[in-house]
């Protein structure tokens, strides 16, 4: 696909427990404690949480909307005493040095290779230039399928995986998540985000997801390069126009439906080039063992 900008890769959201040996784990409750109750971060919020902790510190890490969640005093004893949430993930360096000093209090006095950390959600996404009625996506080996509809009809977003998987995709307009109650959505950027719960440790996290191979199981279809082609019936593009490519693909039988794949595979177009990826991931990487501040993992 020819467009003017390459989409580019970023963090779009970051969840992660943090841990230690028993022997600091009084110190960690004394740092957690004393900075549940200090007023130093003037744009703290105190909240109950909604998830497995009973109290939610909320940061405003400044310049944008970059928020930082700390989840203490977990409702199980099993689980980690602290969990920080990261929304709007901080990306520019001045979010990130407001994240560590945040980090360095809670973690004071506790040897930095005695911290385990634990990522439990992780999102990395690209913005692409165009709309769902023009790249048609589909996820190889996808089961699940499902899809939202603006008021007027037309196809917003889309969903393919469980939700509740280590891994799952959701593709929309990206101005209609903007203003999803409006009748009309703005073409122009394409959201694809990969969404993964891989319970996997922070310093070795993008080891672990491997983005290169997630991105070899998407095909990214041209809709009018395909059309052109003829590869598909006047009834099936009225299909894929309405519900995009996967209702297709997954009606056919395991036969047809690998047949039609490997036509579709002659017209994918990755969107970014491997060694992009490779350099982009180790970017984000350093970015987020800096959070430590640990000088072996970068």
């Known amino acids: 696909m020819s467009t003017p900008n390459i ?23 004394k740092n957690i404690e004393a ?18 902790y009973r109290k939610t510190v909320r940061v405003d890490l400044g310049e944008g909307i970059r928020t930082m969640w700390v989840q203490v005093n977990p409702f199980n004893g099993d689980d980690s005493p602290l969990r920080i949430e990261f929304k709007g993930h901080p990306y520019e360096e001045v979010h990130y040095e407001r994240a560590v000093q945040i980090i360095k209090v809670l973690l ?10 634990c990522v439990t959600r992780i999102d990395v996404a690209m913005n692409v230039e165009g709309s769902l009625d023009y790249l048609y996506c589909h996820k190889l080996r996808s089961k ?8 007027k009809g037309e ?18 307009a990206k101005q209609w998540k ?4 409006s009748y009309v959505t703005s073409p122009g950027c394409l959201r694809v985000e990969m969404r993964f719960k ?3 440790p922070l310093e070795s996290i993008f080891t672990e997801l491997d983005i290169q191979k997630r991105l070899d199981s998407i095909l990214f279809i041209n809709r009018r390069r395909l059309f052109n082609k003829n590869i598909l019936t006047a009834s099936q593009r009225s299909i894929v126009r309405r519900f995009g490519i996967t209702p297709l693909i997954m009606s056919y039988s395991p036969n047809e439906k690998r047949q039609l794949i490997n036509k579709l595979k002659e017209f994918n177009e990755p969107l970014l080039s491997p060694d992009f990826v490779l350099k982009r991931c180790k970017e984000i990487q350093d970015q987020l063992c800096g959070l430590l501040g640990n000088p072996e993992f970068r």
Do not use: W
Request: net charge positive; with cysteine; hydrophobic share 35%.
């Open 35 to 52: 900075f549940s109750n200090d007023d130093f971060f003037s744009a703290e919020k105190g909240e109950f949480s909604a998830s497995r």
């Open 144 to 151: 699940v399928y499902s899809a939202t509809f603006a008021q």
């Open 178 to 181: 903007e203003s999803r109650y």
């Open 7 to 29: 989409p580019g890769l970023e963090l779009d959201a970051l969840s992660l427990t943090l841990n230690t040996q028993r022997k600091y784990l009084t110190t960690l409750k």
């Open 198 to 200: 891989p319970r996997a």
């Open 108 to 117: 004071l006095n506790i040897p930095t290779e005695k911290v385990y950390t």
């Open 155 to 172: 196809l917003v977003c889309i969903r393919l995986g469980k939700s509740t998987s280590k891994f799952y995709l959701c593709i929309y």
